[in-house]
C-alpha cells in the first residue's frame, strides 16, 4: 500500500466534490448573511382588515429603495400580506402606509429590522 492510499483512500479525489458542495451550501443560503438571498416578508399590521382599501409596502436599505409593492382591496383584505424581497443581512427599514374605508390620508406603519440569516420574516410596524 503507498503512502498515498493510508487509511482513507479516495479521499484526495473527493475532496474537490466536498469544498464544492460547502461553498455551494453557503451561498445558497446566503453565507451566513453576507449575500443577498430571497426572503419571504410577512405584514402585520394593526388595522382592522377589514376596513383596508389599499396598502403601499416598502422595504430599504440605508436610502435606497429595495422593494415597493401597491395593493387594492375594494373589500378589504381577507389574507396575509405577504411579499418576496432579496436581503442580506444588516439593518433594514419596513415601511407601510394603509389607507382604511373612509380615510383621505392614508395611516403609516414603520419598523427597523435585520433579517439576520432568517429565510422568512413576520414584520409589525407600529405607527
Known sequence: MS???GRFPGWQRRLPLVI???VGTLVWKGGFGVFATTREVTWRLNVPY???RRVELQ???EEQLLR???RRFPNGVSEELRQEVVLRKGPHRALAQVWLRDAAEPRVFSRSFDPDT???LVLEPTP
Open 3 to 5: 503512502r498515498s492510499e
Open 50 to 52: 377589514a376596513d383596508v
Open 20 to 22: 464544492a458542495v460547502i
Open 68 to 70: 415597493r409593492e401597491e
Open 59 to 61: 422595504i430599504w436599505r
Open 118 to 120: 432568517n429565510e422568512s
